[in-house]
């Protein structure tokens, strides 16, 4: 019967030697707040640059694509994009591969 009274009496001491909600509430509220500060809000700050240099690709632009490679922007449409690779060689890719507009003369040095 000794483990009876064991029972009652860490049953007494968790009822009585508890915290606050806050407390229990503190942790998960503070890992959520470094969640955001940390990883959410650099991500979101990122799609929006991209974003905007994406509204930004005109013809005559030299832009390097996501697979690593460089070309003049042709044409531009509201999907896709049709790059100049070498001379007569034209290739058509989704708007979103591109990943950064070159300085002029970039395409012609490399």
Same mark, same amino acid.
């Given at each position: 019967?000794? $483990? ?8 007494? #001491?968790? #009822? ?5 909600? $806050?407390? #229990? ?7 959520? *707040? ?22 930004? *690709? ?14 003049? *922007? ?5 999907? $896709? ?14 708007? $979103? ?14």
């Amino acid at each position: 019967m000794d $483990f009876l009274i064991k029972t009652a009496q860490a049953q007494a #001491a968790g #009822a009585n030697g508890g915290q606050s909600i $806050f407390g #229990a509430l503190l942790l998960p509220v503070l890992l959520l *707040v470094v969640f955001y500060v940390l990883l959410i809000r650099p991500q979101n700050k990122r799609a929006k640059e991209q974003k905007e240099m994406l509204a930004r *690709v005109a013809a005559g632009d030299e832009v390097a694509t996501n697979g690593g490679i460089l070309g003049k *922007v042709v044409e531009v449409g509201e999907h $896709f994009v049709t790059l100049e690779i070498a001379s007569g060689v034209n290739v058509k890719l989704q708007k $979103f591969q591109v990943s950064q507009i070159l300085p002029k003369g970039t395409v012609k040095n490399a």
